[in-house]
């Protein structure tokens, strides 16, 4: 699986009009998926932007989802293709049909960068049942790096997307812990620097990824799926988003992110892979540290 990957890398920085030509049919395929959401009588545009990626079009949950910075969690994320995979693993899908699935899924949502890099990360290293991966000794950082720099090989232009930066970053910090409340506060003290010059991320929104963000991916994007399945399912997703509304309803005052100064150091593209690739060499050292320090 992985030297297959590295061939498809190679043929498309040989031939980079095919990547054109695959992100134009991954363009066409989303805006399929889009046209075909069931017709419910509320909530159908965030029902397409959950479960296809598309452009969330409603204003005031588009800003409360950036405010709480759950946005990545409501639009199409890795997480989407984490929960595929797990629902494919119990049913006992075959490798070949689960992969396939997979890449179709990836396609459908337009190619985005956080499940381009979810899915090398998946077909890399959970999805393959190789051999290679059954004797590979790579720590999960290393195992985080390595999935970015296929990310960057197949899709070179997302180089520039910050939201390829800050997926990996959150993978990065996932790689640390499986403990959700460090993790979530680990996430919000390594996002911050890429905000730099944007915005500045609120402490307030550790606690909407400990407590918001495992409900839009366990309960609504799952009946999101099966509503575009069982369009009869569509009401009770409906109540599902009035859930989702009802937290926000809580809170009427977003002071959870204030802008920053435009212009700061690490809001440049080069930055941003300077400070990923420090962090990459930061856990590098503390890990080499750490067994040495084990060994004797």
Not at 50 to 76: E, T
Not at 202 to 231: D, E, K, R
Not at 266 to 293: A, G, M, N
Request: include cysteine; hydrophobic fraction near 55%.
């Amino acid at each position: 699986m992985q030297a297959l990957l590295f061939i498809f890398g190679i043929f498309f920085r040989i031939f980079p009009q095919q990547l054109i030509n695959l992100r134009f049919f991954s363009h066409s395929m989303q805006s399929m998926c889009v046209s075909h959401a069931p017709a419910i009588s509320k909530y159908r545009d965030e029902l397409s932007s959950m479960v296809c990626g598309s452009r969330l079009q409603n204003p005031q949950l588009l800003a409360n989802l950036k405010a709480s910075g759950i946005f990545h969690i409501f639009v199409i994320s890795g997480a989407h293709l984490i929960f595929l995979l797990w629902l494919f693993e119990k049913i006992r899908l075959p490798p070949w049909l689960k992969i396939s699935v997979l890449v179709l899924y990836a396609i459908l949502t337009d190619l985005q960068a956080p499940v381009v890099r979810a899915l090398f990360g998946l077909l890399l290293f959970q999805a393959s049942q190789s051999s290679f991966q059954s004797r590979n000794n790579l720590r999960k950082d290393q195992k985080v790096f390595f999935i970015g720099l296929f990310t960057l090989m197949f899709f070179p232009d997302l180089c520039s997307s910050f939201s390829l930066a800050l997926s990996w970053t959150c993978a990065l910090v996932l790689s640390m812990t499986s403990n959700l409340v460090l993790a979530s506060l680990l996430i919000w003290i390594f996002l911050n620097p890429l905000f730099w010059g944007i915005a500045v991320i609120h402490p307030h929104t550790i606690l909407w990824n400990i407590f918001v963000a495992p409900f839009i991916s366990a309960v609504l994007f799952p009946l999101g799926l099966l509503t575009y399945l069982i369009p009869p399912l569509g009401g009770v997703f409906q109540k599902a988003m009035d859930v989702l509304i009802g937290f926000y309803q809580l809170f009427p005052e977003r002071i959870m992110i204030s802008e920053g100064p435009v212009g700061a150091l690490i809001s440049s593209p080069v930055h941003r892979w300077i400070y990923i690739f420090t962090l990459h060499l930061f856990l590098h050292f503390y890990f080499t540290f750490k067994l040495r320090k084990k060994l004797t």
